[in-house]
C-alpha cells in the first residue's frame, strides 16, 4: 500500500504534534529521536521502525481522540501493550504513531458474584489472579511472559500458555470489550455475560492482532482455583516417546491442565540457569500437569504413570511441595531466556500440528536441524501440539540469520503440510505474514479482509501486519482485490 | 428456461415443491425450489448462481429450527446439506474431528461415543438436527456449564461465500491463532454470512459414570445462596440448572409445589460417588429433599430439560443472558410476573452460564406486555432477550433480538460486506 504520508513535511509534523499535545498533555507525547527509540521494534526484536511520535493516553476518551486526529489525518497508528509479542506485531508502522496503553492500567472492578474482572488493557496478566487470588479464584490464560505481558496484548493476540490445553486461550477467558474503532467511535463489545445474541464480534476482535482497533476495557472471565493440583515429570531417552505418551494420555480420557515437552538441548539449558532438577542426560521430558476435583487428580495420577511406563518413560518424578512443584514449572517457563546460556540469538516460530504427528513432525525437524547445520531446541506444549522450536545462531557468522530464516520457513512448512497452523499462540503479526498463504487461499485471505474492512475501511489501525499482500477495502459489491499476476504464478512476492 | 430450473440443473439432487405443500409452514415462507448438493462444489455453483441472479435463498440442515430468528421474506430456494453428511476425518488421539454440515448430530456423536470421545453438546431437537443448523443457531444446552457453547467447541469451518467462492477459516488443531477467527463468526449467524459445509470440532473424553441429583426447595427460599454453597464444594459439574415450580411440575411430576435444582456430575465412577456424598453433606439439610435418579430417568429427564423451551405449547419462548449475579433477579420478577398478570411462565435458569430460558402463554396482549416489561427490566440488569420461539398470531409485535447496542452498525456492515446482494436468509438478523 504506497503510504499517503510520506510527503508530509516539518511543518505538517509539528502541527500535528501540537494537536496531540492539546490532548494529552506536552509529558504524554513523545517525539525525542533517543525516546523514540525505546519503542521501535516489540519482542521480535529483529525488526526496527521508529514511529513519528509515541503516545500514553490515560483514558478511553484521550484514546478516541487521538484516533479521531489519526483519522482525520490519515496518519496510521500501531497500539501496543507491554511490547512482549514475539511476533512483531507491536512493530510500529513508518510515518504513523504508537498508541502504548501501558498507562491505562487499573484494575476496574472485581466482580466475585458474576466471576469476572473488568481491567484497563495495560493491566498486567499476572495482575488479575493476584487481584482475586485470596477470594479463591484466577484467570486462566498464563503465557510465560504473564508477569509483564499486559490484558490488551493478550486480547490483541489470543495468548494461550501452558494451561490452554485443558481451560482454553484468551477467546475463551473475555466475555467482553469496550473498544475505539479506527474511526474513533467507542462500542461496547459483549459485557458480563457469558453468551450474546447477534454475531460474535467479539471472537473476531480477540486474536485480531490489533487490526480492527483498540481495546480500552475488557471484562475477563475469572475460575475458581482447583481443589487440587499434581505437577510431575518424566523423562525419556527419546523424544518420540515422550510424544506417544502425550498421545496415550489424551487417547485414554484424561485432559491434564497441562503437557510440555522440553527436549535434551532445553533441558540443559535450563539446568545450568535454574536447576530445575530435570535430568541432564535425558532426551526428553515430559511435564504433566493434572487439577480439579482432590478425588479425580487421584484417580487420574496412577493412570497417568501407568502410560508414561509402558511408553519407557526412565524416571517419573511427582513434586511432593508446592516449592518443588513450582521449580518444576520455572524450568519451562525459563527455557527461552535459558537459551542465552548456550547460543547469543535465538528465532522462534509456534507452529502447530495435529497431537498424532508429534513423533513424525519432530524427526522432520530433526533432520531439517541437520541439513541447516543449527541447532534447533524444542520446548513446547506437547498437549495442544503446539511446537516452540528455538533456532540457534549468531548473527556474526556470516548467512547464520538468513539460514534461520530459512529453516524456520521450512519447519513452519512441515507443520501445514501435517495438517496444523503457522501460529498457535504468537500471532502472524509482521514475522509470520509471508507464511499465510501456506495455510490460506487468496480467497481465504480475501474474507479475512472483508472483516478488516468492516472496521477499519481505511486501512489505517496497524497496518502491514498479518495480510501477506497489502489489500484495499472496496465498497461492498464492487470488484474485489486481486492478485498481480506474477505473483499469481509465484515469480514474485509482495511484503 | 427459467432462473430456478437452470438453478436446478446445476446439483444432482432437487425436488420442485407443489402448491400446499406444508413442510415449510413453521419456517414462515413458502419455498419453490429444494436443492441438494452433493458436495462443496454443487453448493458453490449453486450459490454463485443465485448471487448472480439475486436470487435469495435460505441454507439449511434438516429444518428442525427454521422458526428461529425474524422470518425471511420472499425466499424461493432452500439449500439442504442433508446430502453433505459424512465424518470426514476423526484422529481418536487428537481429540479432532471434521465432518460435512448435514451429518446428524446424532450419526456424529455415535461415531465418537464408539471411541470413548463425544461432543459435549445437548441442544433441543437433537435427535433430528444437523451440525450444521447446531453451530448456526448456538442453542446450547445443559451441558454448556461444564464445556461451554459451541462456540467454545468449534475450530474451523470449510463453506462457501454469498460470492460462491469455496472458503476455508480457522484450522483443524485445538490452537490456532493464524487470521481472524471466523469459524466462531459462525455460530449462532443463522446462515446469513455464509453457507457452511464443512466443520472441526474440539473433542472430550466421554465420561465413565454419570449421576444426577436433584434438589428440591420452597419456592421462597433463598436460592442465590444455596448456588453460592454448591459452587463452593470442589465439584465440577457437567450440568447445573434451576427449574420453577411450573416447569417442575410438568418434568417431575412427583415433585409437588417446589422448586428443583438439578445437579449431574461425570466423570470416573469413584469420584461421582464421593462427590455427590459430599454435596449431599453440605447442602442436604439445606433443601426440603435430595435424591438421586437412576439411569433411565436421568436420561429422560437431561432430554427434557434439553429440549426447553421448544416442548412447550405456550405461544412465546425466549432465551436471556445476564450476568451470573442478576441471573437470580430474574428468577424474582419472573416469580413476580407469573403471580401478578394473566400469564402462564415456565422457566428455568442456568446458574453457571447466567442464561434462563423461558416460555409464556396466555392473552396476546398479556403475553406482549409481560415480554416487553422482562426485557426493559433484563436490559437494567446489562443482559438481553431474544425470542425462540413465537405463534403466528404474535408475529411481528415483539422484537425478535431486541436492541443490539452500539455495535449494531458493525454487525449490519459485517453483513453487507460479506453479502452484499443480501441473498443469505435475508431479514433474520438484519
Known amino acids: ?495 | 428456461m427459467s432462473d430456478l430450473k437452470q438453478l436446478s440443473k446445476i446439483v444432482s439432487e432437487f425436488e420442485f415443491l407443489q402448491p400446499g405443500d406444508e413442510r415449510f409452514n413453521d419456517a414462515g415462507f413458502s419455498p419453490k425450489l429444494l436443492l441438494f448438493p452433493a458436495n462443496v462444489e454443487e453448493l458453490s455453483e449453486s450459490i454463485k448462481f443465485c448471487n448472480k441472479s439475486k436470487i435469495p435463498l435460505v441454507p439449511i440442515g434438516n429444518g428442525t429450527k427454521l422458526f428461529i430468528g425474524n422470518p425471511v421474506s420472499d425466499v424461493k430456494v432452500v439449500v439442504s446439506l442433508r446430502v453433505m453428511n459424512k465424518v470426514l476425518q476423526y484422529e481418536t488421539a487428537d481429540l479432532v474431528s471434521t465432518v460435512q454440515c448435514g451429518i446428524l448430530f446424532k450419526k456424529f456423536q455415535r461415531s465418537l461415543n464408539k471411541k470413548g470421545q463425544m461432543l459435549p453438546i445437548n441442544s433441543p431437537f437433537e435427535d433430528n438436527s444437523t451440525m450444521g443448523g447446531i453451530i448456526s443457531t448456538n442453542l446450547s444446552g445443559p451441558l454448556a456449564t461444564r464445556y461451554g457453547s459451541c462456540r467454545e467447541l468449534l475450530l474451523g469451518i470449510k463453506a462457501v461465500r454469498a460470492d460462491g467462492e469455496i472458503i476455508n477459516c480457522g484450522a483443524k488443531v485445538v490452537k490456532n491463532v493464524a487470521g481472524y477467527d471466523i469459524p466462531k463468526l459462525m455460530v449462532g449467524a443463522l446462515g446469513t454470512l455464509i453457507v457452511l459445509a464443512e466443520a472441526t470440532f474440539r473433542l472430550y473424553p466421554r465420561q465413565e459414570f454419570s449421576k444426577t441429583a436433584i434438589m428440591v426447595l420452597n419456592e421462597n427460599q433463598d436460592i442465590n445462596d444455596l448456588f453460592n454453597k454448591i459452587c463452593d464444594i470442589d465439584v465440577i459439574p457437567s450440568s447445573f440448572e434451576i427449574l420453577d415450580k411450573n416447569l417442575t411440575a410438568r418434568f417431575l411430576p412427583k415433585v409437588k409445589n417446589s422448586i428443583c435444582v438439578l445437579y449431574r456430575i461425570e466423570s470416573l465412577e469413584d469420584a461421582v460417588v464421593k462427590q455427590m456424598k459430599d454435596l449431599h453433606k453440605i447442602v442436604g439439610k439445606k433443601v426440603n429433599e435430595f435424591f438421586e435418579i437412576d439411569e433411565k430417568s436421568e436420561k429422560n429427564l437431561w432430554k427434557k430439560v434439553s429440549s426447553f423451551p421448544f416442548n412447550t405449547k405456550s405461544k412465546l419462548t425466549c432465551r436471556v443472558n445476564l450476568p451470573i449475579a442478576n441471573s437470580f433477579k430474574l428468577l424474582e420478577i419472573l416469580k413476580e410476573i407469573n403471580k401478578s398478570m394473566k400469564v402462564k411462565i415456565e422457566f428455568l435458569l442456568r446458574p453457571q452460564r447466567g442464561t434462563t430460558l423461558f416460555s409464556i402463554d396466555g392473552e396476546p396482549g398479556d403475553i406482549v406486555y409481560g415480554v416487553n416489561l422482562i426485557r426493559s427490566q433484563v436490559k437494567a440488569l446489562k443482559g438481553a432477550v431474544a425470542l425462540t420461539s413465537v405463534a403466528d398470531e404474535l408475529k411481528g409485535q415483539v422484537d425478535v433480538f431486541g436492541d443490539f447496542g452500539s455495535s449494531k452498525l458493525i454487525m449490519k456492515n459485517l453483513k453487507n460486506h460479506f453479502d452484499p446482494n443480501n441473498i443469505l436468509s435475508p431479514g433474520r438478523i438484519f
Not at chain 1, 519432530?362 to 506437547?382: C, M, P, Q, R, T
Not at chain 1, 501477506?468 to 512476492?493: A, D, L, N, S
Open chain 1, 1 to 495: 500500500m504506497s503510504n499517503p504520508n510520506k510527503n508530509r513535511n516539518h511543518l505538517w509534523k509539528s502541527s500535528f504534534e501540537s494537536r496531540l499535545v492539546k490532548i494529552l498533555g506536552r509529558e504524554l507525547v513523545i517525539s525525542r529521536e533517543d525516546e523514540l527509540i525505546a519503542y521501535d521494534c516489540d519482542g521480535l526484536t529483529g525488526y526496527r521502525v521508529k514511529p513519528i511520535f509515541v503516545v500514553l493516553p490515560d483514558t478511553t476518551e484521550q484514546v478516541s481522540k487521538i484516533v479521531k486526529l489519526c483519522h482525520e489525518e490519515k496518519v496510521p497508528f500501531v497500539p501496543r501493550g507491554a511490547g512482549t509479542g514475539l511476533s512483531g506485531g507491536a512493530l510500529p508502522t513508518e510515518e504513523g504513531i504508537v498508541i502504548s496503553l501501558a498507562r491505562m492500567n487499573k484494575i476496574l472492578e472485581v466482580d466475585i458474584p458474576s466471576r469476572c474482572v473488568v481491567a484497563e488493557p495495560g493491566v498486567v496478566n499476572a495482575w488479575v489472579t493476584n487481584e482475586v487470588s485470596s477470594r479463591g479464584y484466577y484467570y486462566a490464560p498464563d503465557p510465560s511472559s504473564q508477569v509483564v505481558c499486559t490484558i490488551g496484548g493478550n486480547v490483541a493476540e489470543n495468548s494461550g500458555g501452558v494451561h490452554c490445553l485443558k481451560y482454553g486461550v484468551t477467546v475463551n477467558h473475555v466475555l467482553g470489550v469496550e473498544m475505539i474503532l479506527p474511526d474513533g467511535e467507542i462500542v461496547e463489545l459483549g459485557g458480563k455475560t457469558q453468551e450474546n445474541f447477534g454475531y460474535d464480534l467479539l471472537s473476531l476482535v480477540v486474536g485480531s492482532e490489533g487490526l480492527l482497533g483498540i481495546v480500552t476495557k475488557v471484562t475477563l472471565k475469572i475460575i475458581k482455583k482447583p481443589g487440587a493440583v499434581k505437577t510431575l515429570f518424566a523423562s525419556f531417552e527419546k523424544i518420540e516417546d515422550a510424544g506417544e505418551a502425550v498421545s496415550g494420555i489424551i487417547s485414554g480420557g484424561i485432559i491434564p491442565a497441562g503437557m510440555e515437552i522440553m527436549d535434551n538441548v532445553s533441558i540443559r539449558a535450563v539446568e545450568s540457569t535454574v536447576n530445575a532438577g530435570y535430568p541432564e542426560d535425558a532426551g526428553a521430558i515430559l511435564l504433566v500437569e493434572l487439577d480439579g476435583p482432590p478425588i479425580e487428580v487421584e484417580l487420574e495420577l496412577p493412570l497417568v504413570e501407568d502410560v508414561l511406563k509402558k511408553n519407557n518413560a526412565i524416571e517419573i518424578k511427582i513434586a511432593k511441595t508446592e516449592t518443588e512443584r513450582e521449580l518444576f514449572w520455572k524450568g519451562r517457563k525459563s527455557a527461552f531466556a535459558a537459551m542465552g546460556r548456550i547460543s547469543p540469538e535465538y528465532y522462534v516460530q509456534d507452529g502447530v500440528i495435529p497431537r498424532s504427528k508429534l513423533a513424525e513432525v519432530l524427526g522432520e525437524i530433526g533432520e531439517l536441524s541437520k541439513k541447516f547445520d543449527l541447532i534447533v531446541a524444542n520446548v513446547f506444549h506437547a498437549g495442544d501440539g503446539n511446537l516452540h522450536p528455538l533456532i540457534l545462531y549468531n548473527s556474526k557468522n556470516e548467512g547464520e540469520l538468513e539460514r534461520a530464516e530459512v529453516l524456520a520457513g521450512e519447519i513452519l512448512n512441515v507443520c501445514v503440510d501435517a495438517g496444523g497452523s503457522i501460529t498457535g499462540e504468537h500471532g502472524v503479526g509482521f514475522d509470520k505474514k509471508r507464511f499465510m498463504s501456506k495455510m490460506f487461499s487468496e480467497q481465504d485471505i480475501d474474507t479475512m479482509n472483508l472483516v478488516r474492512c468492516t472496521f477499519d475501511s481505511e486501512g489505517l489501525c496497524n497496518p502491514g501486519k498479518v495480510f501477506p499482500t497489502p489489500r484495499t477495502c472496496v465498497e461492498p459489491g464492487m470488484k474485489k482485490f486481486e492478485v498481480h499476476p506474477i505473483q499469481k504464478e509465484g515469480r514474485g512476492e509482495m511484503y
